[in-house]
């Protein structure tokens, strides 16, 4: 595409607040001249995650769509003074990801509830489909807003691989990365389930329980510290069904192939039900 024609398909917001900086990727809010339809753009900030951006795209148009997973519409370079640039437009109006809910009590647990049974569907959908995450964390999980309704939707699926793990191992997001992965660069279904259960334990307690740092300071007694590590609950109010289930998703026998997403599910959906009639019979504010 010309940059000419490019800037004609979209309008772009005058301020710098359509414009959000996440995971090595920018994502630009704007509205598509002919339609008027909100959308938004994706461009990586490295040459190395160009790749990582068209194989996203590659990889979403070879599965079914869903609700909770990104919906990329198109993927198109532009160019410009010899120059350049790859983007993908998604077909959502999103101004935060999950991270910006994290440490506040801006979310109900009604809505926690409605965020983490978003994320087990995406998850049991991708998993279905035999596609293994590798990097599910609260950065790169976009929200859409439907009413007072908050939508988690997983994105960033470029698939993990030997190849990209010195990659990965720099950037700052490691605290949601498996032991196996950060030591031998092997992601599986059960590496997600691990991402997602640290997920729900800052989702639910309000804290990240593991800080790993990237870089030359990944050093093999931190991994091994990290597969030792044990959480503690003493401070949190989290329900008794999540503790449960997150402590089952980071136990040492997690690797065994008969725990899966669907498992989890099954181990939380009376959770749901139950939790979820009740806050709605009491009519709390969500």
Not at 91 to 114: A, M, P, V
Request: proline share 2%.
């Amino acid at each position: 595409m010309k940059f000419i024609n490019f800037l004609k398909s979209y309008q772009f917001p005058l301020s710098t607040n359509g414009k959000k900086i996440v995971d090595n990727y920018i994502y630009y809010e704007v509205v598509k001249s002919d339609t008027k339809e909100k959308v938004t753009l994706k461009t990586p900030i490295t040459k190395d995650h160009r790749k990582f951006l068209i194989k996203e795209y590659s990889l979403l148009k070879s599965i079914s769509k869903h609700k909770n997973i990104v919906d990329v519409t198109k993927c198109f370079k532009i160019s410009f003074k010899k120059k350049s640039q790859h983007f993908t437009e998604l077909s959502i109006d999103c101004s935060n990801t999950l991270s910006d809910y994290f440490g506040s009590s801006e979310l109900t647990l009604y809505q926690k509830n409605r965020v983490l049974n978003g994320l087990i569907a995406g998850i049991t959908h991708l998993h279905n489909a035999s596609v293994i995450i590798g990097d599910i964390n609260k950065y790169n999980v976009l929200m859409s807003k439907n009413g007072r309704d908050l939508i988690p939707i997983i994105s960033n699926l470029n698939g993990p691989n030997q190849s990209n793990r010195r990659q990965v191992l720099l950037n700052k997001y490691l605290n949601y990365r498996s032991p196996e992965f950060l030591k031998y660069g092997i992601a599986s279904y059960q590496s997600d389930l691990w991402s997602l259960a640290l997920i729900m334990f800052e989702l639910y307690g309000n804290k990240c329980p593991i800080m790993i740092l990237g870089g030359n300071q990944l050093k093999e007694k931190n991994i091994q510290k990290l597969i030792n590590s044990t959480l503690t609950f003493s401070e949190s109010k989290m329900p008794l069904e999540i503790k449960n289930a997150i402590c089952l998703m980071l136990n040492k026998d997690r690797l065994r192939k008969d725990l899966n997403i669907k498992v989890i599910h099954e181990t939380l959906k009376k959770y749901f039900s139950n939790s979820n009639s009740s806050l709605k019979s009491r009519n709390k504010k969500w």
